[in-house]
């Protein structure tokens, strides 16, 4: 899959969903699925997303991402995305009127042939245009936009904030329910105080982008894909390793009943359930203790 912030780059004509899609929740998936089931040949199904995200544009503070685009990019490649635009939220596309930026944007640098979005979509200067005026707007220059009602789970809308807040109270069920799938992080196994190993439990200490958002802090069953292998059983502390007195937040996974070498690879982890909270250990030999006991409760879970 192609993916480019240059406007030059783009693969055109395109098919496009267009919109934040952090997380690429249930919601998310409404609006990018007519694209995927776009007919027209030698159209580019095409992810259109802003970069920064507008809210960190306007408020100056870095926004912690359900899925920074690294991960978001992985995940719409698995669904049949063939490319992600990265369009720069800047000054110059904040002042754009809403005409201009069908004009400018969806026509002359996407040559769009068809364009989904979200009901709640805004755009143009100060959010002017809705996505009803959308639909006019590309109906009068011939691309045909399609509005993807709200997705729902009971009663309450499906949407970015609701899963961060599940996240952060560790509910594993109701983020699974929303996202459609296991929420995920992605990072690049690299070289830590190695304690995990010196008490018989090594650990894979995981470098992940810094706008990335954690859950909850604390032990979890995980899965995990390596780069030979998939779906592997394993136990996650997500902390500051209070014990030995860390202080900044690390990811460390310790696969089960496994053995290798994973420096240097990329690791895909997947959160099944939430184990504990984290905890400061009077010493080595109770931590020891407890991670046995997080082991054997994430083999029961499982049932290995």
Known sequence: MQITSSLDKILTPTAIALGNFDGIHRG?????????????????KTVVTFDPHPQQYFTGQQRQLLTPHPERAIILESLGVQQLVLLSFDRELVKLSPQEFVQQI??????????SVGEDFRFGNQRAGAATDLVKLTADIGICTRIAPLETDGDSRISSSRIRAALLAADLELTQQLLGRY?????????????GRSIGFPTANLKYPP??????QGV??????????????GVMNIGKRP?????????????????????GQ??????HHFLRSEQKFPDLAALTKQIQADCDAARKFFQM
Do not use: M
Request: net charge negative; glycine share 6%.
């Open 28 to 44: 998310h998936l409404e609006v990018i699925k007519p694209v995927l089931e776009a007919k027209d040949a030698g159209v580019y």
């Open 106 to 115: 969806l026509n002359d640098r996407l040559q769009a042939k068809f364009v």
């Open 183 to 195: 929420y995920s992080i992605v990072g690049t196994v690299i070289n830590g105080q190695e304690i």
């Open 211 to 216: 706008e990335k958002f954690l859950p909850r």
């Open 220 to 233: 979890y069953c995980v899965r995990v894909d390596t780069a030979t292998a998939t779906q592997l059983p």
């Open 243 to 263: 014990t030995v007195n860390g202080v900044n937040t690390t990811v460390e996974v310790h696969l089960l009943d496994w053995d290798g070498n994973l420096y």
């Open 266 to 271: 990329q690791l895909t982890v997947y959160l």
